[in-house]
């Protein structure tokens, strides 16, 4: 078999895309250096080449889960501005992408991992959502709202059907809470 020379980017991005169906797939902790590697056909020292180390791979996933998170947000709040969406749609949008991409478990690895750098991608796309905010000129406590939202939606994706089973609630009930949290803060 005959290997074909990639590109830097094209070999950062591969890793990237295998990392992220690992992630999805099997879990954060299946997304190490040889796992990416050998699911693309590369060696260990290719990806160390490429990355550098494994958090280095874990922040480049988190930049790519960031993006995929925020085009559903922003596309769910784009559509609420217009009047197309309910508060509702902006939450399940927002949790649903959280579950998706398996954000809290993501974070939570990166967190216990003390790879605290890699959480950068996450951090500044919630900044990116509140800058939006402010340059609609919307003046109301959003920072309060994406702060809220944000951690419930992170809680949720990792364990929010567990923790709803054993209050008796369901996973809509937390979307319901979180309905309420916005309400109350802006009214």
């Keep these: 078999m005959i290997r074909r020379r990639q590109s830097p980017d094209d070999a950062r991005a591969a890793a990237v895309d295998a990392a992220h169906r690992l992630l999805i797939e099997q879990g954060v902790a299946a997304v190490t250096l040889k796992s990416v590697a050998a699911s693309i056909g590369r060696t260990h020292a290719n990806l160390l080449h490429h990355f550098g180390s494994v958090a280095e ?38 949790f649903d992408a959280f579950r998706r991409e398996r954000v809290g478990e993501m974070v939570g690895w990166i967190a216990l991992t003390r790879q605290r750098e890699a959480l950068a991608p996450v951090t500044e796309t919630v900044a990116a959502i509140l800058a939006d905010f402010r340059a609609a000129g919307d003046t109301r406590p959003m920072d309060k709202v ?20 054993a209050t008796g609630d369901t996973p809509s009930d937390i979307r319901a809470i979180a309905v309420s949290q916005i309400a109350a803060i802006i009214g």
Excluded at 65 to 94: C, F, H, K, P, Q
């Design 57 to 94: 791979l874990h922040r480049a996933l988190a930049v790519e889960i960031a993006r995929r998170v925020s085009t559903s947000i922003t596309a769910a709040i784009a559509s609420r501005r217009r009047g197309e969406a309910t508060a509702l749609d902006v939450v399940d949008a927002m």
């Design 146 to 165: 994406i702060l809220g939202l944000v951690l419930l939606a992170i809680g949720d994706s990792l364990v929010g059907e567990e923790v709803a089973a």
